[in-house]
């Protein structure tokens, strides 16, 4: 007979992700072991297992229920707003709003992905993609028609609004959610109307 699912096992399957996440990030994904991270968690190392079979498995949670969240927060905008500038502002503040509290699972999302074997990577690495090309449309539908018909152009413009993205929430995190928002509309301001569009004050 199956052993039966606890009422808390979704719960304490989070606690282990957000921990994992910490050690991972913090001692290095290579070197961390299963044990370390049960120790971490206050559980037994035959516990964990009841969990997650290793470590690999154990990345590949964090990252996939990381990326497919905020894929989801993307997709969910994009359906909400029609007009083309609001979406975008609201794109923006959905990712800066979900960057908060989330440095170990960057880490981990620059450092320890290109371990996962290659099936492990293509499910993430679409997630990555489907928000680029979500954001990318979204700039497309705002730029001159020559430019949003420009592939290379368009690509290099949405990254670096990625770029801007990961500027502030690297020297920037402490900011709140305010402060979160205010700069998602000045990035929104930046890449659509240049310094023309930005104002000296809040």
């Known amino acids: ?3 039966p699912i ?4 979704e719960e304490k399957r989070r606690d282990i992700l957000l921990t994992a996440a910490r050690v991972f990030a913090e001692g290095g994904y290579d070197r961390a072991s299963m044990a370390e991270v049960a120790r971490a968690c206050g559980i037994s190392k035959a516990n964990i297992y009841h969990y997650y079979q290793g470590k690999e498995a154990l990345l590949f949670d ?3 229920v990381h990326l497919k969240r905020l894929r989801d927060r ?4 994009e359906a909400e707003e029609a007009e083309p500038r609001t979406r975008l502002v609201a794109m923006l503040r ?3 709003r979900d960057y908060e509290g989330a440095d170990h699972k960057h ?3 620059m450092n320890a992905l290109a371990t996962l074997p290659a099936e492990s990577q293509s499910v993430l690495k679409d997630y990555q993609r489907d928000m ?3 954001l990318s449309a979204t700039l497309a539908m705002l730029a001159p028609a020559k430019l949003a018909a420009s592939k290379a152009r368009m690509r290099d413009i949405t990254m670096s609004v990625f770029g801007m993205l990961n500027w502030f929430h690297m020297w920037q995190p402490r900011a709140t959610p305010a402060e979160r928002d205010d700069y998602a509309a000045l990035v929104a301001r930046l890449a659509l109307d240049g310094l023309a569009g930005v104002q000296a004050d809040r």
Do not use: N, S
């Open 1 to 3: 007979m199956a052993r």
């Open 6 to 9: 606890a009422a808390d096992h």
């Open 62 to 64: 964090i990252l996939d």
């Open 74 to 77: 993307i997709r969910a905008v």
């Open 94 to 96: 959905v990712i800066l």
């Open 107 to 109: 880490q981990l999302q």
């Open 132 to 134: 680029v090309r979500r």
